[in-house]
C-alpha cells in the first residue's frame, strides 16, 4: 500500500530552536518525495524535493529508505515558517498521495 | 501569481443540487487533478487526467464526476450524491503525464458549504 504518515499534527517550538516534522511513507518501489507548504491564506507551494536534494529557505529532508522516512529539518526556526506541512508521495499515476499535515508554530 | 485559477472562492449548494467548481490553467501541463481537503486528513485524490479526453477516479471519487474536454479545463461536478460534499477542493496540474519529476502547481482552492 502506497502511505504517507505525518505522526504530529501539531508542533510548537521557539525561535531560534531547531525544528523536526516527520514524515514516514510506505512505497513498494523507489519513492518520490515531496514537501508542501501551505501559509496563511496562501495557495499550497512546493518547498522541496528529495531528488533535488536542495534546501529551501533553510529546510532540508533527506531520504532514509532504510527507515522509510524523510523528515524535514531547520536548525533555527524563525515565526515566519509558521505553516502547515505536508509530506506527499508520488503515486504510480503521478498523483500525490499527501499525509495529514503538520501544523508549525513558531512562537517569538 | 497565476498558472491555476479555480472559481469560485466560495460556493453554497442547495440539497439535491449539482455544482460545478471550475479550474483552468495556462501552464500548457498535460495533468490535472482534484483534491479534497478536510481538517485533519491531509489532501485526498477525488480525481485526475493526464491527458485531454481521458480522466480516472481517485480515492474518493464518489458523488463527483469531471470532464477533460479541453487541455487547459478540468472542472469539478459535485453531484447530489456526494451526501458530504462541505470541503476545501483544491485542483493541481503537473507538466508531463504519468511518471515525471515535475511538481504539481495548486491553485487557490473553492470552498463548498452546504445551505
Known amino acids: 500500500a502506497q502511505r504517507v504518515t505525518q505522526p504530529e499534527k501539531l508542533l510548537s517550538v521557539f525561535k531560534g530552536a531547531p525544528v523536526e516534522l516527520k514524515c514516514n511513507y510506505s512505497y513498494s518501489g523507489s519513492p518520490e518525495l515531496f514537501w508542501y507548504v501551505q501559509y496563511s491564506r496562501q495557495r499550497l507551494q512546493l518547498l522541496l524535493r528529495?531528488?533535488s536534494r536542495e534546501s529551501i529557505k533553510g529546510f532540508t529532508a533527506d531520504l532514509n529508505k532504510g527507515e522509510t522516512s524523510f523528515h524535514l529539518k531547520k536548525p533555527f526556526a524563525q515565526e515566519e515558517d509558521s505553516a502547515m506541512y505536508y509530506c506527499a508521495l508520488k503515486g504510480s499515476q503521478g498523483n500525490l498521495i499527501f499525509g495529514k499535515g503538520t501544523k508549525l508554530s513558531v512562537k517569538p | 501569481d497565476g498558472g491555476i485559477t479555480q472559481s469560485p472562492k466560495y460556493l453554497f449548494r442547495k440539497e439535491g443540487q449539482n455544482v460545478t467548481l471550475s479550474c483552468e490553467q495556462n501552464?500548457?501541463?498535460?495533468?490535472m487533478y482534484w483534491y479534497r481537503q478536510d481538517p485533519g486528513q491531509g489532501l485526498r485524490l477525488i480525481y485526475y487526467s493526464q491527458i485531454v479526453n481521458d480522466f480516472q477516479k481517485g480515492d474518493i471519487a464518489e458523488g463527483y464526476s469531471v470532464s477533460r474536454e479541453k487541455k487547459e479545463s478540468f472542472p469539478l461536478t459535485v453531484t447530489s450524491a456526494q451526501k458530504n460534499p462541505t470541503a476545501f477542493y483544491l485542483c493541481?496540474?503537473?507538466?508531463?503525464?504519468?511518471?515525471?519529476?515535475?511538481?504539481?502547481?495548486f491553485g487557490d482552492g473553492t470552498r463548498l458549504s452546504i445551505l
Open positions: 501552464l500548457n501541463h498535460d495533468a
Open positions: 493541481a496540474s503537473k507538466a508531463g503525464t504519468g511518471a515525471g519529476n515535475q511538481p504539481q502547481h
Open positions: 528529495h531528488i
